[in-house]
């Protein structure tokens, strides 16, 4: 797991980094189990205040996606769904608006765009549940 | 109880003669935090980091540093307070191995593991001398002499002043490292805020001698909303909004910086143009300039009304 942050934006610091975990949990890039650096070795990488990073673990530990081992520091804890339905949803609608606007502007029909998603989402092994 | 905060100021002010330059300021550092300490030039920010030095005398109020009071700092509390001023004051006939070795001469509890760590981020040779230095390498050595004091407590004034990218980057790492360990504490006067943002976990911003933010970082920009309103003229001068601090035009339309807003604050903003205002995310950057432009353009309206 690689974490950066970019400071000058209208995201905190210490939401970039919760952010990046949960992406790098949901993307399989950190399994459960996993460790991730200290709360010192991490400040020092990103050149971030220690406090900062702090708060974004104890956020993450709050909403159970890590969780504190003595002797074996933070780990990625069992639980699942690192995002509440809620967030899972509006991260969905965002990443659908994108392809959406991107597909009007090309001037695709609805049966087109949903015949070509339906393809590329059985090309990854998913299929219709119904 | 366990006092947590390594300085706060009660009531601080300071004149110069008629002028308040620092007025009724309250400000708290807890210990293991690092303040960005923000204002324009001339808001009183280094005449505020003096009074704290106990380099200069309060015209009222008082500060407390380290539980003492400011006027009252023994040399001993004095070796537990690192400070580096503008211009970074060193001996230009030494080497780097001689302010070394006077360092460690010097104070008791010299860490020389802290004073190479520095000089090596500064990427600084240890035979050269502190005149054939550039400023970042000034910056690298002072820097270095005062954190290898190891003191409690670090109060720097605009110690990124005219340094290249890479001495920038070297300072953040060695405050970084500094304060590993959330139990000592900075206190930073600077403008770059990019700086504040990765190194400070809380803003103190002056305008004007008075404080007006004193914060966390998160706390402000989760306080602090901008608003994107029509209008051909600024929309604010006709109508009062709740929390306003600032009111900028930018294409065509108003960006409108408001503290706390509550319903009435949108109520009001609502009212404002004939098509719904858009709430955009604010950065610190964002946030601060609306503080200290609205400082700037209340100067030039007292300016205008002499």
Redesign the interface.
Known sequence: MQIQ?N????????RQITDQVRQAIAAGQLQVGDAVPSV?QL??DI??????V??AYAELVRDGVLESQQGRGMLVSARKNVYTKAERLRRLDQALDVAISEAITLHFEMDEILQRMQQRLEKVGLSRTS | MEDNRVIYTEDLTRYFGQQAVVRNLNLAVPR???VGLLGLNGAGKTTTLRMLLGMLEPTRGHATVLGKDSRDLTPEDRGRIGFTGEGHFLYDWMSIRDTEKFGRDTFPRWDDRLFQETVDRFGIARLAHVRSLSRGQRAGVSLASTLATAPELLILDDPSLGLDPVSR?AL??TL??F??T?QRSVLLSTHM??DV?????RVAIIVDGRLLVNTS??DL??RVAIWSVDGTFDPTRAAHVPGLIHSRPLGGRWMLTVADPDAESEAAIARLSATAPQR???????IVLAYLSRSRAEHSFYAGAN
């Open positions: 942050v400071t000058g934006g209208n995201v905190p610091l210490y010192r400040a020092k050149v971030v205040n220690p406090n900062t702090a708060k | 293991g935090a690092v980057r953040n790492e970084i490292d304060c590993a959330r805020l990019d943002e990765r190194v400070a976990d970082l998160d920009q989760s955009v995310n604010a950065s610190l950057e964002d």
